[in-house]
């Protein structure tokens, strides 16, 4: 039975607080927190030819595909779950993907959130649904409930083939969580690639974890036979 038709189904919430004192990343954690906070942004081109051709294949969503796959990947990395609750560190089970929905009649964009799911059937559908009744509403917020503490920005800037996107926070947040962003396709010797970025906050990861998740997604977008079916 899917997330759907399972109207008892509550959001993963479940948050597993850390021993900061045994903490293999304590050291780290407190210096890019308190004597140097440090923040960095990683933009690279991944080829997504096949997930693109198979996604046409099955009529999907190319959007809501990507949007899976990031927050599959994040639920496999427990350095992009860590945040802050209450005062205690922690890291969630999984974080919900958070997106914005663009209106066509007033080129407004409003915030839009997905509860995410291991499972890609049920994730797509809990996808259109979020879609099919929110999606047309303008305002701040499309869907009326506010998004869980455990959600994080997975965007696309579809106007834009960029080269390099890094986000600027203006107010403190409470968890450590990435931001990815993705771009306008680029066509190029018969392979399509889309931009991407992701910013990560030097406290929970350093390049090689970014540069894990991302070589994880370039594997992904080649292999989508392995989780698209």
Same mark, same amino acid.
């Given at each position: 039975?899917?997330?759907?038709?399972?109207?008892?189904?509550?959001?993963?919430?479940?948050?597993?607080? #850390?021993?900061?004192?045994?903490?293999?990343?304590? *050291?780290? /954690?407190?210096?890019?927190? $308190?004597?140097?906070?440090? =923040? !960095?942004?990683?933009?690279?081109?991944?080829?997504?030819?096949?997930?693109?051709?198979?996604?046409?294949?099955?009529?999907?969503?190319?959007?809501?595909?990507?949007?899976? #796959?990031?927050?599959?990947?994040?639920?496999?990395? *427990?350095? /992009?779950?860590?945040?802050? $609750?209450?005062?205690?560190? =922690? !890291?969630?089970?999984?974080?919900?993907?958070?997106?914005?929905?663009?209106?066509?009649?007033?080129?407004?964009?409003?915030?839009?959130?997905?509860?995410?799911?291991?499972?890609?059937?049920?994730?797509?559908?809990?996808?259109?649904?979020?879609?099919?009744?929110?999606?047309?509403?303008?305002?701040?917020?499309?869907?009326?409930?506010?998004?869980?503490?455990?959600?994080?920005?997975?965007?696309?800037?579809?106007?834009?083939?960029?080269?390099?996107?890094?986000?600027?926070?203006?107010?403190?947040?409470?968890?450590?969580?990435?931001?990815?962003?993705?771009?306008?396709?680029?066509?190029?010797?018969?392979?399509?690639?889309?931009?991407?970025?992701?910013?990560?906050?030097?406290?929970?990861?350093?390049?090689?974890?970014?540069?894990?998740?991302?070589?994880?997604?370039?594997?992904?977008?080649?292999?989508?036979?392995?989780?698209?079916?």
């Amino acid at each position: 039975m899917s997330n759907i038709d399972n109207k008892e189904t509550v959001v993963n919430t479940t948050f597993h607080p #850390i021993d900061v004192d045994n903490w293999e990343r304590k *050291q780290y /954690f407190y210096y890019f927190t $308190k004597m140097l906070p440090t =923040g !960095y942004s990683v933009s690279i081109e991944i080829d997504i030819t096949n997930t693109y051709h198979m996604v046409k294949k099955h009529d999907r969503k190319f959007f809501a595909v990507y949007l899976y #796959i990031v927050s599959k990947l994040i639920s496999e990395q *427990q350095e /992009f779950r860590i945040s802050n $609750k209450s005062g205690e560190i =922690g !890291y969630y089970e999984v974080l919900h993907p958070t997106y914005a929905s663009f209106h066509q009649d007033d080129k407004s964009m409003s915030n839009m959130w997905t509860e995410y799911s291991p499972d890609f059937e049920v994730f797509y559908e809990n996808y259109m649904k979020d879609q099919n009744q929110y999606a047309n509403n303008h305002g701040i917020l499309a869907k009326p409930d506010i998004p869980p503490q455990n959600s994080c920005m997975i965007g696309m800037l579809p106007w834009i083939q960029f080269t390099s996107y890094t986000p600027i926070p203006y107010a403190p947040l409470n968890n450590y969580f990435p931001i990815i962003q993705a771009g306008r396709f680029i066509d190029r010797e018969e392979k399509k690639y889309m931009p991407i970025s992701i910013t990560a906050h030097h406290a929970v990861a350093d390049g090689y974890h970014v540069g894990l998740f991302l070589e994880k997604l370039q594997t992904a977008m080649l292999n989508p036979e392995e989780w698209m079916k």
